[in-house]
């Protein structure tokens, strides 16, 4: 039986000896053939061999072997039987066909198939150049959907004479895949070069005619003719960054014949059994792809000029080795036929480094005049205060070296830590250090001092009329008794937060059309009230009842008229916002989406409002130390004080303008993260993909862009600084009564907080920019203006509209937690309260501060998504460059039914 089968197996893979393989020049070697090769009279599964007089069974391989066989070139010789070796041609076409079928590089490939789980796909190629002949495969893994890129170096050739005509009668024998397919039967194998991104561009480029190619030969030839043109042609190759030899080493090649290859490929499709729809999708899609492969190629060109564009696409090596490589045929790729130009920019460099430089250099200036201020300074001046010798009280003070200020002896004051201040007639004020205050029942303790009972009569008239001190108690206890509701309410407003982000992607747009219905209801209603007000009144005055000096008729008239004008601008405002209105309600759902694929977004406020708390404690740290700082002086009446120099009054606003620095600072970091997170969501079409944004973003903000945020932590504060400023010289001029002065200072007042708020808000836009570009804070402003300006009416829309629905969130949940706390205090009867509210205050002002959190980065991540949607309509069309969009965006794009047919469309195809 099995010898049966052996036999079978055997007859299977004979072939009949065929007269084409002595006379067709498709086979290689035929001319020397016809000189020993005959079939056998007897058999036609058998060839006979004239100079050895035997007879073999016919395999077309052992043809090839004993052809090449050292006995056979013996005999042949001493029969003075002429082997055609000069056959160049022939000899090429052999030893492909042999290393095709022998080659050591496609055993590895094949040992690397086989060791991976892979369903693949193979496009088959063959490079010409003046070196090598290539085999090039992409093995598609079904579990990740990474793709593998390998070359095979099937043989060494002079590519001379190597037309495309013999290479594709030579890629016809298929040996490689053909092996291939014996060692790995799960392997699918597509004759379709078209998935390689370089053969796409070659067909895509226009086919140069036959004098285009003579052209070029005869610039070849003329270069290479003369050493000067020749030494000019390298200097010209210099601004292209390629040798001369590479772009020269063309003259003398077949390049055309890619062209030539991949249209007769595509001429003679084969399609295989069990796969044409699957091939018929590649195939629709890789002609798709080829005006965005050839675009592509033309824009890493440095050379516009159609002349040497097209010189330069044919650089067979270079482009071979450019594709060898891992890739994924995601939809991002853009080896893609569904290709749009790559918004979101990966390779970054730093941006704004001058100004993370400035900044160290100015925390490197505070730390010296902080020096300064520590060594003329005792914080516990401020703290404890001093006597009038400079004593300061609770402490050791040590010894002055002038004789001057003999008074401030080496005194231990640590036995009397509290301050008496008593105020002369005169004015002057004297500072004595006390063991304690109950010693006179005229001082009262403030703040370790001892106060006088009449300087603080008023106050303590307040405390006992408020009773504050029994108040302050009680409060303590009823913390101490409602600690665990406290906490209940804490989980309720995170809860309730959580809840409406939740809300605000499913529910959004009844909460915006309860808000315009309730503003349009509230203006028609005033305005109708109005109306009627004044109509009465008038009727009154005509009837004699109300007096016309007494009456009202002409304020009402006024509130009227204005409130109608009010309303119609309301009503107009909505009409024509419409649509934009409709755009903040997508939006909306755009960011829940975004939250729900980031949860990690909402813990960022986490480490922003700690760093914010940090430099709070160190401001005031700070402040203490530079106003207890000072030169030792002598008053009139020769008591020790301290006098701040120059230096100290800068250090006290230098400190100051660091502080609000430091504060945008971390709050830019914090933006910058989030719009970097969003904005690599956004342009990921595949977001099943995406993997760590939040961390990633946060590795763009620390590797590249803290310059970024320094940059504009710089500008808001020196503006803050100059408001606080202005703020004290309005303070310091409230005794002189200077209508003039007072008016102005008020006007710089009100447009730098206006300037403010308005450089606040491009900021964020810029670090949005910078987050999709990785480009400098000034670009990024330029850009993100741009992008408001011509969307000044969708802003409006998200500023007024979705800021007043952010409103109504936090409020909501404040409301919720205070409801929330009634019950758990009062209606549950909470036993030993004595004032409930207490607890329900600071829990509802908990709740503020945690819906405030999370509603924060909610409306960073909506300006972010409206800014990619901006440059996302800006970079692409919907149709030759697909929008990254999603379909609910896509309706508030001009071109958005041509979009969505294609997008329809390309869903189809794919199915």
């Given at each position: 039986?099995?010898?049966?089968?052996?036999?079978?197996?055997?007859?299977?893979?004979?072939?009949?000896?065929?007269?084409?393989?002595?006379?067709?020049?498709?086979?290689?070697?035929?001319?020397?053939?016809?000189?020993?090769?005959?079939?056998?009279?007897?058999?036609?599964?058998?060839?006979?061999?004239?100079?050895?007089?035997?007879?073999?069974?016919?395999?077309?391989?052992?043809?090839?072997?004993?052809?090449?066989?050292?006995?056979?070139?013996?005999?042949?010789?001493?029969?003075?039987?002429?082997?055609?070796?000069?056959?160049?041609?022939?000899?090429?076409?052999?030893?492909?066909?042999?290393?095709?079928?022998?080659?050591?590089?496609?055993?590895?490939?094949?040992?690397?198939?086989?060791?991976?789980?892979?369903?693949?796909?193979?496009?088959?190629?063959?490079?010409?150049?003046?070196?090598?002949?290539?085999?090039?495969?992409?093995?598609?893994?079904?579990?990740?959907?990474?793709?593998?890129?390998?070359?095979?170096?099937?043989?060494?050739?002079?590519?001379?004479?190597?037309?495309?005509?013999?290479?594709?009668?030579?890629?016809?024998?298929?040996?490689?895949?053909?092996?291939?397919?014996?060692?790995?039967?799960?392997?699918?194998?597509?004759?379709?070069?078209?998935?390689?991104?370089?053969?796409?561009?070659?067909?895509?480029?226009?086919?140069?005619?036959?004098?285009?190619?003579?052209?070029?030969?005869?610039?070849?030839?003329?270069?290479?003719?003369?050493?000067?043109?020749?030494?000019?042609?390298?200097?010209?190759?210099?601004?292209?960054?390629?040798?001369?030899?590479?772009?020269?080493?063309?003259?003398?090649?077949?390049?055309?014949?890619?062209?030539?290859?991949?249209?007769?490929?595509?001429?003679?499709?084969?399609?295989?059994?069990?796969?044409?729809?699957?091939?018929?999708?590649?195939?629709?899609?890789?002609?798709?792809?080829?005006?965005?492969?050839?675009?592509?190629?033309?824009?890493?060109?440095?050379?516009?000029?159609?002349?040497?564009?097209?010189?330069?696409?044919?650089?067979?090596?270079?482009?071979?080795?450019?594709?060898?490589?891992?890739?994924?045929?995601?939809?991002?790729?853009?080896?893609?036929?569904?290709?749009?130009?790559?918004?979101?920019?990966?390779?970054?460099?730093?941006?704004?480094?001058?100004?993370?430089?400035?900044?160290?250099?100015?925390?490197?200036?505070?730390?010296?005049?902080?020096?300064?201020?520590?060594?003329?300074?005792?914080?516990?001046?401020?703290?404890?205060?001093?006597?009038?010798?400079?004593?300061?009280?609770?402490?050791?003070?040590?010894?002055?070296?002038?004789?001057?200020?003999?008074?401030?002896?080496?005194?231990?004051?640590?036995?009397?830590?509290?301050?008496?201040?008593?105020?002369?007639?005169?004015?002057?004020?004297?500072?004595?250090?006390?063991?304690?205050?109950?010693?006179?029942?005229?001082?009262?303790?403030?703040?370790?001092?001892?106060?006088?009972?009449?300087?603080?009569?008023?106050?303590?008239?307040?405390?006992?009329?408020?009773?504050?001190?029994?108040?302050?108690?009680?409060?303590?206890?009823?913390?101490?008794?409602?600690?665990?509701?406290?906490?209940?309410?804490?989980?309720?407003?995170?809860?309730?937060?959580?809840?409406?982000?939740?809300?605000?992607?499913?529910?959004?747009?009844?909460?915006?059309?309860?808000?315009?219905?309730?503003?349009?209801?509230?203006?028609?209603?005033?305005?109708?009230?109005?109306?009627?007000?004044?109509?009465?009144?008038?009727?009154?005055?005509?009837?004699?009842?109300?007096?016309?000096?007494?009456?009202?008729?002409?304020?009402?008239?006024?509130?009227?008229?204005?409130?109608?004008?009010?309303?119609?601008?309301?009503?107009l405002v909505i009409l024509v916002m419409r649509k934009r209105i409709e755009l903040v309600m997508q939006l909306f759902r755009e960011a829940g989406k975004a939250v729900y694929s980031m949860p990690a977004l909402l813990f960022q406020p986490i480490y922003t409002y700690l760093l914010i708390g940090s430099t709070v404690i160190a401001w005031v740290y700070c402040m203490l130390w530079i106003e207890s700082a000072g030169d030792i002086y002598l008053n009139r009446k020769d008591h020790i004080h301290f006098k701040k120099d120059a230096l100290l009054i800068a250090t006290r606003w230098y400190n100051l303008f660091l502080f609000f620095v430091a504060c945008e600072f971390y709050l830019g970091c914090q933006h910058m993260v989030v719009a970097c997170a969003v904005a690599r969501w956004f342009f990921t079409r595949d977001k099943r993909r995406l993997s760590l944004p939040v961390a990633k973003g946060f590795g763009y903000l620390i590797r590249y862009h803290l310059g970024t945020v320094a940059f504009g932590a710089l500008i808001i504060g020196i503006v803050r600084v100059i408001r606080a400023m202005i703020a004290f010289v309005q303070k310091y001029l409230k005794r002189y009564d200077n209508p003039c002065v007072k008016g102005i200072l008020w006007c710089c007042q009100c447009c730098l907080w206006c300037f403010e708020c308005a450089l606040k808000f491009l900021t964020r836009n810029a670090y949005v920019e910078t987050a999709i570009y990785g480009c400098n804070f000034c670009t990024a402003g330029r850009k993100a203006f741009q992008a408001l300006s011509s969307n000044i009416l969708r802003v409006a829309a998200i500023n007024s509209v979705g800021d007043f629905v952010l409103f109504l969130g936090k409020v909501l949940v404040v409301t919720?937690?205070?409801?929330?706390?009634?019950?758990?205090?009062?209606?549950?009867?909470?036993?030993?309260?004595?004032?409930?509210?207490?607890?329900?205050?600071?829990?509802?002002?908990?709740?503020?501060?945690?819906?405030?959190?999370?509603?924060?980065?909610?409306?960073?991540?909506?300006?972010?998504?409206?800014?990619?949607?901006?440059?996302?309509?800006?970079?692409?069309?919907?149709?030759?460059?697909?929008?990254?969009?999603?379909?609910?965006?896509?309706?508030?794009?001009?071109?958005?039914?041509?979009?969505?047919?294609?997008?329809?469309?390309?869903?189809?195809?794919?199915?």
């Amino acid at each position: 039986m099995e010898t049966c089968n052996k036999t079978s197996v055997t007859e299977r893979y004979k072939r009949s000896f065929q007269q084409a393989w002595l006379t067709d020049k498709r086979y290689v070697r035929h001319e020397e053939f016809k000189y020993w090769l005959r079939q056998d009279p007897n058999d036609d599964h058998l060839y006979y061999y004239l100079i050895c007089d035997e007879s073999f069974d016919v395999y077309l391989s052992h043809i090839y072997f004993h052809a090449n066989s050292k006995t056979h070139l013996d005999i042949c010789k001493s029969r003075s039987i002429e082997v055609n070796k000069s056959n160049d041609d022939s000899n090429r076409q052999t030893s492909i066909i042999y290393n095709n079928h022998l080659s050591v590089e496609t055993e590895r490939v094949v040992n690397r198939i086989q060791n991976t789980q892979f369903s693949i796909f193979i496009d088959e190629m063959f490079d010409i150049c003046n070196e090598w002949m290539m085999f090039f495969g992409r093995y598609v893994d079904s579990e990740t959907l990474d793709t593998y890129s390998q070359l095979v170096k099937l043989i060494e050739i002079d590519a001379k004479g190597s037309s495309a005509e013999k290479l594709f009668h030579a890629f016809q024998c298929e040996m490689s895949k053909l092996k291939l397919q014996r060692v790995c039967p799960r392997l699918l194998t597509l004759p379709c070069p078209c998935y390689s991104a370089f053969l796409a561009a070659y067909a895509a480029t226009n086919k140069i005619p036959i004098f285009g190619e003579k052209f070029f030969r005869k610039v070849g030839t003329y270069i290479k003719s003369n050493h000067t043109r020749s030494a000019l042609f390298r200097e010209f190759s210099k601004c292209f960054q390629e040798t001369d030899y590479k772009i020269l080493k063309l003259y003398d090649i077949r390049w055309l014949c890619y062209y030539s290859y991949v249209e007769k490929l595509l001429k003679s499709w084969i399609m295989q059994q069990g796969h044409k729809d699957v091939i018929t999708t590649v195939r629709e899609n890789c002609l798709a792809s080829y005006v965005t492969a050839a675009e592509k190629i033309r824009k890493r060109l440095p050379v516009k000029n159609i002349f040497l564009s097209k010189l330069n696409v044919f650089k067979p090596s270079i482009s071979l080795f450019e594709s060898d490589r891992k890739t994924s045929f995601t939809p991002d790729s853009q080896d893609s036929p569904n290709y749009s130009e790559q918004v979101f920019v990966k390779d970054r460099s730093c941006t704004d480094i001058f100004a993370i430089i400035i900044l160290l250099v100015l925390a490197g200036g505070f730390i010296f005049m902080m020096t300064n201020a520590v060594k003329k300074g005792d914080i516990f001046r401020m703290i404890n205060g001093y006597d009038n010798c400079g004593n300061v009280c609770g402490r050791v003070t040590s010894h002055e070296n002038n004789p001057k200020f003999d008074c401030k002896e080496s005194a231990d004051k640590t036995h009397e830590p509290y301050l008496e201040i008593d105020l002369e007639v005169t004015g002057v004020k004297t500072r004595t250090c006390v063991p304690s205050c109950v010693q006179d029942k005229t001082k009262i303790l403030f703040l370790n001092r001892c106060m006088n009972k009449k300087a603080t009569e008023t106050i303590s008239s307040i405390i006992r009329t408020l009773r504050l001190e029994s108040l302050y108690n009680d409060a303590v206890t009823d913390l101490g008794i409602a600690w665990r509701e406290l906490i209940y309410l804490l989980l309720i407003a995170l809860a309730l937060s959580l809840g409406i982000l939740v809300a605000f992607r499913y529910m959004v747009q009844y909460v915006i059309y309860v808000v315009l219905i309730g503003a349009v209801l509230a203006c028609i209603g005033g305005t109708t009230y109005l109306w009627l007000a004044w109509y009465r009144e008038k009727k009154s005055v005509e009837r004699g009842e109300v007096d016309p000096e007494d009456s009202s008729v002409e304020p009402y008239f006024i509130y009227a008229i204005i409130m109608s004008v009010v309303s119609v601008i309301v009503l107009l405002v909505i009409l024509v916002m419409r649509k934009r209105i409709e755009l903040v309600m997508q939006l909306f759902r755009e960011a829940g989406k975004a939250v729900y694929s980031m949860p990690a977004l909402l813990f960022q406020p986490i480490y922003t409002y700690l760093l914010i708390g940090s430099t709070v404690i160190a401001w005031v740290y700070c402040m203490l130390w530079i106003e207890s700082a000072g030169d030792i002086y002598l008053n009139r009446k020769d008591h020790i004080h301290f006098k701040k120099d120059a230096l100290l009054i800068a250090t006290r606003w230098y400190n100051l303008f660091l502080f609000f620095v430091a504060c945008e600072f971390y709050l830019g970091c914090q933006h910058m993260v989030v719009a970097c997170a969003v904005a690599r969501w956004f342009f990921t079409r595949d977001k099943r993909r995406l993997s760590l944004p939040v961390a990633k973003g946060f590795g763009y903000l620390i590797r590249y862009h803290l310059g970024t945020v320094a940059f504009g932590a710089l500008i808001i504060g020196i503006v803050r600084v100059i408001r606080a400023m202005i703020a004290f010289v309005q303070k310091y001029l409230k005794r002189y009564d200077n209508p003039c002065v007072k008016g102005i200072l008020w006007c710089c007042q009100c447009c730098l907080w206006c300037f403010e708020c308005a450089l606040k808000f491009l900021t964020r836009n810029a670090y949005v920019e910078t987050a999709i570009y990785g480009c400098n804070f000034c670009t990024a402003g330029r850009k993100a203006f741009q992008a408001l300006s011509s969307n000044i009416l969708r802003v409006a829309a998200i500023n007024s509209v979705g800021d007043f629905v952010l409103f109504l969130g936090k409020v909501l949940v404040v409301t919720l937690t205070i409801v929330s706390g009634i019950y758990l205090m009062q209606v549950q009867k909470k036993e030993g309260l004595n004032h409930p509210w207490i607890p329900i205050t600071l829990a509802g002002i908990f709740a503020f501060l945690v819906s405030h959190c999370f509603i924060s980065i909610y409306e960073m991540i909506i300006d972010t998504i409206f800014i990619c949607f901006c440059e996302d309509c800006e970079k692409n069309d919907g149709i030759n460059r697909p929008y990254f969009m999603s379909r609910g965006l896509m309706e508030f794009v001009e071109n958005s039914k041509k979009a969505l047919r294609h997008l329809e469309e390309r869903g189809a195809v794919a199915t």
